[in-house]
């Protein structure tokens, strides 16, 4: 990383499906980074995302009538841009405009003509969410458009980002309309690559006979393929989240580039000294009592809750290899406490059991001595019986009675607070656990161990996640005592990774107070460098080579 910036950007213009908009890791990455961009560039940063919201507004979104009220009227009159003006309520509460892209569903064929004549995007073969992706991208390059003329930006530095395949027709409206402003393009993970890894082909044992035009015509991706490639290859600037997903883009996209940007963590989501230790005891707790309501007998305070979280992908995320590795600690004799493991997965949930939640109303201490029906499932869903976690957890006999020594509670609910069960975030339990496990296969970054250290919380990961990457490029020593273990993994491995996860809880529970508390230490230690404080400077970077690239190419044309 570069200190010497040659270009400094006036204006930023940021844009995702995730802004305001809570879907997954990207949102993460956006809100989290905002407070320091905000801090860097006082309201002259402004993310775009979709309004998406008819019913029931964004509960991270706060409407600001007065915010560019001038503009925003111009732009309804003069250019039919229905759009909303307010503050992204993340810490830093930057601008944040949203907009609705339902006018431009009518030009939807002109504009797919106008993308494959400008640029080859072949949106032919679409379907799904291509669509609703494109209109979004497309009404953000309005958006940036007119806010640019109307403030009469043309002797600014601007820059406009934009993340992800579903904003790709975006940069390259801007790039052929705007051309003076300076374009970002970032692939969080390359579409192909997902998918091949999703279908269970195998991704790294023959990665470099992979061509991504010929995976996306077999794996029916053409549209997405075609919409991120052509903007990798159009930017001023192109940039990834890791080492890893740079050599997948470079295979893949056919282009490199031209700077790796990790994810940091903010650290403002995170509670200071007392209030830390308040908030674990009652995560703990919280844990706790749901599972002895589940069960239907007491769980030793001292149980290790371990977990793993993030998005349903049962073999990219390493779900299958976690339940394996509990298996293996079920006759382990020198596990010295019971595990209770948490799968904490969004999958197609119906509602909160009302025989569980019952059971949590009752003042006091849970009185009931049995188990509920099926003591694995916290929230019922639709075709339990075709669910892989579920039917892994049954095929390999776990009962989670009494004697057992590991118990799995599946919790296939979003914990953003109102899930009838919890009722509190996905933060606010991830603080009470013990330790982590995120055995990934395909990992472009990983925020879910990225996360876990930054709670002091030790965590299990892998060498195929860029995070893991990172973490053995800063020093990562062999076993967990340091905060974070990161198993090799491979294409044939899954019997090894699964030994060795059952190998470090059995560690973690043989760690007495000093112990545990010097590898919680380690974990925070190893977090301090990953944080934005740290991170930032390679968007500074990102931001220089863009204007930079972007005033060569103003100047050769």
């Not at 003076?180 to 195998?202: D, E, V, Y």
Request: hydrophobic letters at 35%; charged letters at 25%.
């Amino acid at each position: 990383m570069h200190t010497d910036l040659e270009y400094l950007p006036d204006y930023i213009f940021e844009s995702s499906w995730e802004v305001c908009n809570k879907v997954g890791g990207i949102y993460t990455v956006l809100s989290s980074r905002a407070n320091t961009l905000q801090k860097q560039h006082k309201d002259k940063i402004i993310f775009i995302g979709p309004d998406i919201w008819d019913e029931n507004e964004s509960p991270w979104f706060k409407e600001d009538m007065s915010l560019h009220k001038e503009w925003r009227e111009h732009a309804d009159i003069n250019e039919h841009l229905t759009v909303r003006v307010g503050r992204w309520q993340v810490p830093g509460e930057p601008i944040a405009i949203l907009v609705n892209f339902d006018k431009f569903y009518k030009h939807k064929n002109d504009i797919y003509g106008q993308m494959w004549r400008l640029f080859g995007v072949d949106s032919l073969p679409s379907y799904g969410d291509y669509d609703d992706s494109s209109m979004f991208a497309y009404a953000v390059g309005n958006v940036i458009e007119s806010f640019y003329s109307y403030h009469k930006l043309e002797d600014k530095h601007v820059i406009a980002h934009f993340n992800e395949w579903m904003l790709g027709m975006g940069a390259l409206y801007i790039k052929h309309f705007v051309p003076k402003i300076a374009t970002i393009f970032t692939t969080h993970a390359t579409s192909i690559g997902r998918s091949i890894a999703g279908n269970n082909l195998p991704l790294y044992k023959n990665f470099g006979e992979y061509n991504g035009d010929q995976m996306a015509q077999k794996l029916n991706m053409v549209s997405k393929h075609s919409v991120e490639k052509m903007a990798a290859h159009n930017v001023d600037c192109f940039t990834t989240v890791s080492d890893i997903t740079a050599k997948e883009c470079t295979q893949l996209l056919e282009k490199t580039p031209h700077i790796v940007t990790p994810n940091g963590f903010e650290k403002g989501f995170i509670p200071k000294k007392a209030g830390y230790t308040e908030q674990r005891a009652e995560a703990r707790a919280t844990m706790i009592r749901v599972t002895e309501a589940l069960l239907g007998y007491p769980i030793a305070t001292k149980s290790l809750l371990v977990a793993l979280s993030g998005r349903y992908e049962y073999k990219n995320k390493g779900i299958d290899v976690f339940i394996d590795s509990l298996n293996k600690l079920r006759d382990n004799q020198s596990l010295n406490k019971d595990v209770v493991a948490f799968i904490m997965v969004p999958a197609w949930v119906k509602k909160y059991r009302n025989d569980l939640q019952h059971r949590l109303q009752e003042e006091g201490p849970i009185s009931a001595n049995t188990a509920l029906k099926f003591p694995f499932l916290t929230h019922n869903m639709h075709q339990p019986e075709n669910d892989p976690v579920l039917s892994q957890i049954k095929d390999l006999g776990f009962t989670n009675s009494k004697e057992e020594k590991v118990k799995i509670i599946f919790v296939p609910s979003y914990l953003n607070g109102d899930d009838g069960i919890f009722n509190t975030s996905y933060y606010d339990l991830l603080i009470g656990m013990d330790a982590t496990v995120f055995p990934s296969y395909y990992e472009p970054w990983g925020y879910t161990p990225h996360e876990s250290i930054a709670f002091s919380i030790p965590t299990v990961t892998t060498s195929l996640s860029g995070f893991g990457a990172w973490a053995i490029k800063m020093g990562d020593m062999e076993g967990i005592d340091d905060g974070v273990e990161v198993i090799h993994r491979d294409e044939d491995n899954y019997a090894e990774v699964s030994d060795k996860i059952a190998e470090t809880l059995v560690v973690l529970s043989q760690k007495n107070k000093k112990e545990i508390k010097e590898t919680r230490d380690a974990a925070l230690s190893l977090a301090d460098l990953a944080d934005w404080e740290h991170f930032i400077g390679y968007y500074q970077e990102a931001y220089s080579i863009a204007l930079h690239n972007s005033i060569e190419r103003l100047s050769e044309a």
